[in-house]
């Protein structure tokens, strides 16, 4: 059960008591009662909707439902909901109970289908059906009403629900929300989980839905606030390595689609944004009780490649400070073995390839790259060990299967961190080339042809014998 759910259940059971005695108060008064087997059926059933059953077909007398009733139908329909993950189920709910709807009910719902489209649980034969359920649910919600919360819970469920790209609808209710949160101005009074979710929620839309100015001025304030929010060392402690990471990715996704849109002035204030948080990430490796549970390699993979995406198109952005403060984190963490290293082949040529890509030189570069050699090292030792485990007539064929399971470009991985030396100058020394022949041998078995000829370039750049053997394995 999903955390939605699970509160709703908890809700649904503390009125139970509630609901008996305003069931009886409809009845004294004379509105017309359900069947005692209508409301054990309607409240109490454990399993799917029940067929030919209508929360509004119980009420088809009333046209006007008093707060008692709404309660009830609401209530009912949140639990019919909550039973079902197919869209096209939900929808019929929706559509036979638009009248009973309110601001809350339609944001609880909302929040269920995005937690589980998130999850990959939610049902959807057509993304158009999911999208009418979407723009129906959306229709009954005033804007006026909703508080902060509500309006980031509003703007996150519309950029995790799949969607027509056509239907520009989402767009202009995007507009409507930040128009009317810039009208209150009350940015500081948001809580900076608020900040992160209109953040991340509000740039990724974007890039799907197009870009409006009226955003852009919303991200500036918002990316405002939260840069001063991370001043505050109580604030800055709570930030762990997939919040900046996340953070990172988003706002780059904002600054390119500012940029293919011709949109300047979000480029400005993401770029703005992006060199403070580089001051903040910096921070906070530079500190030894912060790093300790700072980032992943996934994670920083991530953080990196968002930097690279704004640079490859504004090169004003170039934060030395923290390139320095990354590579002594990163050679640090690989020569003490840490738990979250950077320890595959792919990461190590992910982080080299930021490096090379910014053109940074220094000597906290020059620990990364030898750093690097020594993993390259580790990696090569574990191939040898594998290799002498298994049978020798099954050596290509095992693993073969064991690099296709793993989605694994081993040779490519290698080919690109020995160009990313030479391009910076350096030289893996002749220790660790001579302990990739193994390695080599072994994994060239998956390799395609244009990595086997990739890989033989850099040994030859590099003016190293891989010896005729293996030379004549990556020629085939």
Same mark, same amino acid.
């Given at each position: ?21 305003m ?36 009420y ?7 707060n ?6 609401q ?6 909901c ?49 999208d009418?359920?979407?723009?129906a649910?959306?229709g ?14 509003l703007?996150?469920?519309l ?7 056509g239907h ?6 995007l ?11 009350e ?19 974007s ?7 009226? *955003? @852009? ?5 918002? =990316? +405002?606030?939260?840069?001063? $929010?991370l ?5 800055? %402690? !709570? ?9 990172a ?19 400005? *204030? @993401? ?5 403070? =948080? +580089?001051?903040?990430?910096? $921070?906070?490796?530079s500190?030894?009780?912060? %790093? !300790?549970?700072?980032?992943?390699p996934?994670?920083?993979k ?16 170039n ?12 050679? +640090? ?10 320890s ?23 620990d ?24 020798p007539?099954n ?8 690099t ?7 040779i ?65």
């Open positions: 059960m999903s955390i939605v759910a699970y509160k709703i259940e908890l809700e649904l059971n503390n009125h139970v008591a509630a609901r008996m005695t069931i009886t108060r409809m009845s004294i008064v004379g509105i017309r009662n359900p069947s005692p087997l209508g409301v054990e059926k309607g409240f109490y059933a454990p399993t799917g909707r029940i067929p030919g059953f209508s929360l509004q077909k119980r088809q007398s009333i046209k006007m439902y008093s008692g009733e709404r309660m009830v139908l209530r009912d329909l949140l639990r019919q909550y039973q079902t993950f197919d869209v096209k189920s939900i929808q019929g709910l929706v559509s036979e109970n638009l009248d009973v709807l309110d601001n809350e009910t339609s944001l609880h719902i909302l929040c269920y289908l995005a937690d589980h489209a998130k999850k990959s649980q939610l049902v959807i034969d057509i993304d158009d059906d999911c009418q359920l979407v723009a649910l959306c009954q919600v005033h804007l006026e009403e909703l508080t902060t919360v509500s309006s980031a819970a703007v996150w469920t950029e995790v629900l799949p969607h027509d790209h520009s609808w989402r767009r202009r209710l507009v409507n929300i930040v128009t009317r949160e810039l009208e209150r101005d940015f500081d009074q948001y809580s900076t989980r608020e900040l992160l979710n209109f953040t991340m929620s509000c740039s990724n839309l890039t799907n839905v197009g870009v409006d100015r009226r *955003v @852009v001025r919303f991200m500036a304030a918002v =990316l +405002s606030e939260l840069s001063s $929010r001043e505050k060392p109580h604030v800055r %402690s !709570a930030f762990g390595g997939s919040e900046f990471a996340d953070l990715s988003s706002v780059a996704a904002l600054f390119v689609a500012c940029h293919e849109s011709g949109v300047q002035e979000g480029c400005k *204030v @993401v770029n703005r944004f992006m060199t403070s =948080l +580089s001051a903040e990430v910096r $921070r906070k490796l500190n030894r009780h912060s %790093s !300790a549970r700072s980032f992943n996934k994670e920083l991530q953080f990196l490649m968002a930097y690279v995406s704004v640079h490859a198109r504004d090169d004003t952005l934060p030395p400070c923290m390139l320095d403060t990354v590579a002594s984190f990163v050679a +640090s963490r690989i020569k003490s073995k840490h738990l979250n290293a950077v595959r082949i792919e990461d190590v040529a992910a982080v080299l390839e930021f490096f090379t890509f910014f053109s940074h030189r220094s000597l906290a570069v020059v990364l790259f030898s750093s690097s050699g020594y993993q390259l090292r580790l990696l090569s030792a574990s191939a040898l060990d594998t290799m002498t485990q298994e049978e007539g050596v290509g064929e095992n693993h073969a299967r064991a296709a399971a793993h989605d694994v470009n081993w490519g991985a290698l080919a690109s961190i020995l160009q990313c030396h030479i391009k910076m100058g350096y030289r893996p020394n002749d220790t660790t080339l001579i302990a990739l022949v193994p390695a080599v041998k072994y994994h060239q078995v998956a390799a395609g042809c244009q990595d086997k000829a990739a890989l033989l370039r850099a040994f030859d750049v590099l003016d190293f014998n891989c010896g005729r053997n293996l030379t004549q394995l990556l020629k085939t």
